[in-house]
């Protein structure tokens, strides 16, 4: 994982070679898991659990949709759309970004990991509690690389932290935090369900709609 994280955001920034990185990591993750004797049940990947992931995954679609529009629909919280990141994308790379990039590399890797193998090695080990708490306080330090370009390519959080060293040092922080308690609501989702595709939809939903979303701001509303 750590060379994955080293490779997606500084040796191979390339975005088909991102999601090459990311497959490639999972399969390893996979390997682990089989050599761990971890069976498909308790990695969220049965075909019953399967079922029910696609039972949870429109209704938590539509929740993080629905909540995003409404965002979107309050002048005060708009700013936060305007990310360089998305804004600056062709249709057609933003579509890679939405329909490939995000679910059959971050999902795919992330949730494998987070939600799928490493939740699954230590609850069997140490109980749910547990799974949860150390997948969660490395899912938000997964983020501390990709974290450091925050204050230069999204204004609301150039306006609230600056853009010095130290509002870097801030940025990053708050990131980690943030992707900790979001990686426990991940787990949780993923314990309520007993699907690794629950958590894996959720998590694809608020990255691609907040890309499109980000996309479309400059274009429709934002600059108008």
């Known amino acids: 994982m750590a060379v994955a994280n080293l490779l997606n955001n500084w040796l191979a920034r390339n975005p088909v070679m991102y999601v090459i990185t990311c497959v490639t990591a999972t399969a390893a993750l996979l390997m682990i898991a089989r050599w761990d004797g971890l069976t498909p049940e308790e990695l969220g990947l049965d075909a019953a659990g399967m079922r029910r992931g696609l039972r949870w995954a429109p209704v938590l679609a539509g929740v993080v949709l629905l909540?995003?529009?409404?965002?979107?629909?309050?002048?005060?919280?708009?700013?936060?759309?305007?990310d360089s990141r998305a804004a600056d994308l062709s249709l057609g790379r933003l579509l890679w970004g939405v329909l490939v990039r995000v679910p059959f590399g971050t999902v795919l890797l992330e949730e494998t990991a987070f939600r799928g193998v490493l939740w699954a090695m230590i609850r069997r080990r140490h109980g749910t509690a547990w799974a949860t708490a150390v997948s969660s306080l490395l899912f938000g330090l997964w983020h501390l690389l990709p974290s450091r370009g925050l204050n230069r390519s999204n204004a609301a959080v150039a306006s609230v932290f600056g853009?010095?060293?130290?509002?870097?040092?801030?940025?990053v922080a708050v990131a980690i935090a943030a992707t900790a308690a979001a990686g426990v609501?991940?787990?949780?989702?993923?314990?309520?369900?007993?699907?690794?595709?629950?958590?894996?939809?959720?998590?694809?939903?608020?990255?691609?709609?907040?890309?499109?979303?980000?996309?479309?701001?400059?274009?429709?509303?934002?600059?108008?």
């Open 67 to 82: 909540v995003l529009l409404l965002l979107v629909a309050v002048p005060s919280s708009r700013e936060a759309f305007r």
């Open 185 to 224: 609501v991940l787990c949780e989702v993923r314990r309520r369900s007993g699907s690794l595709l629950a958590p894996a939809a959720l998590h694809w939903s608020v990255n691609a709609f907040s890309y499109a979303l980000a996309w479309a701001a400059p274009r429709w509303w934002l600059d108008s």
């Open 163 to 171: 853009d010095g060293p130290a509002a870097v040092a801030s940025t």
